[in-house]
């Protein structure tokens, strides 16, 4: 009711929650500016480091762009790496994340990272696994840091928010009146925002705005669990008895992709955020079962004959890659200069 609320306001719920929102954002606020005074330390990492991360909660895209860009990265010969906190998974300490590690350990999203053949370490400490990242990957040019926005302890060249363009920011509310981790002015501080789908006519309500650009989740063929290298189109379903299956923050967002491609499910079941899979989980009686990229990690220990991942590529607008490398200065994978700060909590970046 409460998740409704955010995108469908009730008055008399904004009423009953507003002394709860009102001490997350003195709590926030005296986080923030404790950093800001020094009283808590920030602390720089070696190679530069880029934030991809939301100031509201939820699904919003993160994964497929960061997917995206680290593939634009490697196309450009740069080396970058990935650090995370790993939700979902158990590791509090430093942990490297490999193609085959245990998602109940590292998560599901780092997994994906490492499967896309770049260099992961996950950690409740992200600058304890930034270092172990650089230790063992010393020709690593910079770290992309998986979500970490209000990691304030992180210092960070460069701070990228993905914003669900459907959805936006709600009733522009904090937590937990609203979506929002941080008040809607912080996108102003940030360098880029990526607006995943829908529009970005909430921008107008910003006094200063920051690069944009617009993401589209382009889908793949189908994959078959029991062996990646059978693929399927939408068609390929048809006269069978399918059911759509999806752990992720935003759901609806899949079962509208799968409409989007003429696959209409007999069922659409919907579990909590990096919910853990059992067998119990899947419906005996479906033909066939189709999940995302993200939850087909989970799924390694179930009956996979019947089910099918639909992989999706984020497609950015203008090209992003060349607009960080510029920012950056990073021609070529080649380092030319480096600077970390903590943009909206010590000033912007001298990058």
């Known amino acids: 009711m409460i998740e409704r609320h955010w995108y469908r306001p009730r008055l008399w719920l904004t009423a009953l929650l507003a002394p709860l929102e009102g001490l997350f954002a003195l ?3 005296a986080r923030r500016l404790a950093f800001r005074l020094g009283l808590k330390r920030v602390e720089k990492l070696s190679v530069p480091v880029v934030v991809i991360g939301n100031v509201n909660v939820g699904g919003v895209g993160k994964t497929p762009l960061t997917l995206s ?39 599901d999203e780092p997994l994906l990272f490492a499967q896309a053949g770049v260099p992961v370490w ?22 992309l840091s998986d979500d970490g926005l209000q990691h ?17 920011l709600g ?3 904090l937590l937990p009146n609203g979506p929002l981790r941080e008040p809607a002015s912080r996108l102003a501080s940030v360098d880029a925002l990526v607006v995943n789908g829908g529009s970005a006519g909430f921008m107008k309500t910003l006094p200063e705005s920051p690069a944009t650009f617009a993401m589209r ?15 399927r189109g939408a068609e390929d379903f048809a006269g069978e008895r399918v059911v759509a299956l999806a752990g992720i923050g935003h759901p609806e ?11 209409a499910p007999e069922r659409e079941l919907s579990f909590p955020d990096h919910h853990d899979f059992v067998a119990s989980d899947l419906p005996a009686d479906a033909d066939a079962i189709v999940v995302t990229s993200k939850d087909a990690v989970k799924l390694r220990r179930v009956d996979r004959v019947k089910l099918w991942a639909l992989p999706v590529s984020g497609v950015v607008e203008p090209d992003l890659a060349d607009w960080l ?3 950056l200065k990073l021609p070529y994978g080649r380092k030319i200069s480096r600077h970390s700060g903590v943009p909206g909590v010590q000033g912007s970046a001298g990058v």
């Open 27 to 29: 709590l926030a606020a």
């Open 69 to 107: 860009l680290l593939a634009s990265l490697a196309e450009r010969g740069v080396k970058a790496g990935v650090i995370s906190r790993g939700y979902g998974g158990s590791a509090n300490v430093p942990t490297p994340v490999g193609r085959d590690s245990d998602p109940e350990l590292v998560g």
């Open 122 to 143: 996950v950690g409740r400490n992200r600058v304890a696994a930034g270092r172990a990242l650089i230790a063992t990957h010393p020709d690593v040019e910079l770290i």
């Open 152 to 168: 304030y302890r992180l210092a960070r060249d460069v701070e990228i928010v993905v914003l669900d363009g459907a959805r936006g």
């Open 171 to 173: 009733n522009g509310r």
């Open 217 to 231: 989740l382009a889908p793949q063929r189908f994959v078959s669990l029991a062996d990646p290298a059978v693929t």
């Open 253 to 263: 967002r899949f079962f509208a992709t799968l409409k989007g491609l003429g696959l």
């Open 325 to 327: 490398l510029a920012k």
